[in-house]
């Protein structure tokens, strides 16, 4: 804890890839033509990316990346949100930064001049609403740390830090920057762990910081918890790891989502929906809403809610960005 600890400026600062979602509706056997992982998030080069744009019928593109979707979200909520991710200095950075400032996030990390370029998500969407990103992380990967507003990060109640970006040595070295930042100053810090192929990679650092006591809050699917924990089984792989962190956070898909606080466990189903279009986003948005609950003192069971109701609506449309406001949709819906 630092002496003279700053005055609180934003509810969260989130570090994530500054990418553009390119997204279009698409055929399981497509997917198999072109060697698709159904459901998952592969990173590809630009060869790769362009022969599968090459493949794609029209296409919407619309701002993306896992936490900078987060933000939106919790801004949409009424969060005061900051945002750290590269982009580089062409058209679809531009893009980025002009629809999360449009979101009403702060976002002042300077645009990467040359190549590569800004980083885009070519997503093909099923018929059953199921979504499989290939990522082209461009700018993005190449984060430095000195790119990091520590003033920023030290005056946010909370640091958000996507697992995605662990990935990538340059932005892993700021984010662990980051984590000594905010703890010094005595903020909370969240991370998400993004995607199973990342504890794959990474899952050592994550135990580690874990064990350490680096991470307050903790988000993950029931897949990403059973590999960190090495348990299939949901009840025991969440007891072996819901005393490790103060509040942990796992989402179920249509069966819901269940949280963990010092070492009390709540639950909340999700929330009825009659078509589901596009499930692009919704571990973002669920994100979201829980988060801004918590920081707004909510229940943990009122907050899951919130987290089901932002879920929700980010999967009844194309994109993972909210197209409501998500506050008018909360009250109407829980006041
Ligand atoms: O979680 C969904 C997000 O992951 C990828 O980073 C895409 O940009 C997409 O918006």
Redesign the pocket.
């Known amino acids: 804890m630092s002496d003279t600890p700053s005055e609180v400026r934003y509810d969260v600062l989130a570090i994530g890839?500054a990418?553009v979602?390119v997204l279009a509706h698409s055929r399981d056997e497509v997917l198999q033509d072109l060697g698709l992982v159904r459901g998952g998030?592969t990173l590809v080069d630009t060869a790769r990316a362009e022969e599968l744009y090459a493949h794609m019928g029209p296409t919407a593109q619309i701002s993306?990346?896992?936490a900078a979707?987060t933000l939106a979200g919790m801004a949409s909520l009424g969060a005061r949100c900051a945002f750290i991710g590269q982009v580089a200095d062409d058209p679809l950075g531009e893009v980025f930064a002009h629809d999360i400032r449009a979101a009403d996030i702060a976002f002042d990390t300077p645009a990467r001049p040359g190549q590569p370029p800004t980083g885009r998500?070519l997503i093909f969407v099923t018929p059953d609403a199921q979504r499989t990103?290939n990522?082209f992380l461009g700018a993005s990967q190449f984060l430095p740390a000195d790119a990091l507003d520590l003033e920023t990060i030290a005056a946010s109640a909370v640091l958000y830090l996507e697992g995605?970006l662990w990935d990538p040595e340059e932005p892993r070295a700021a984010m662990r920057k980051a984590i000594s930042t905010a703890r010094d100053a005595g903020r909370k810090v969240a991370f998400t762990m993004s995607d199973a192929f990342v504890i794959d990679r990474h899952g050592d650092d994550f135990r580690d910081l874990i064990a350490q006591g680096q991470i307050d809050i903790l988000f993950a699917n029931e897949v990403e918890l059973a590999a960190l924990t090495g348990i299939a089984d949901f009840d025991a792989a969440l007891a072996s790891l819901q005393d490790k962190v103060p509040v942990l956070v796992v989402t179920r898909g249509a069966h819901g989502a269940v949280a963990v606080t010092d070492g009390h466990r709540v639950e909340v189903p999700a929330e009825p929906i009659e078509r589901v279009v596009d499930t692009?986003?919704a571990?973002?948005l669920f994100a979201a809403g829980f988060l801004f609950g918590h920081v707004r003192g909510r229940s943990p069971t009122e907050s899951l809610r919130l987290g089901a109701i932002c879920a929700r609506e980010v999967i009844s449309h194309f994109g993972?960005r909210p197209e409501v406001c998500l506050s008018t949709l909360v009250e109407e819906k829980v006041g």
């Open positions: 890839n990418l979602d998030m993306g990346g896992s979707n998500c990103m990522t995605y692009t986003g571990g973002d993972a």
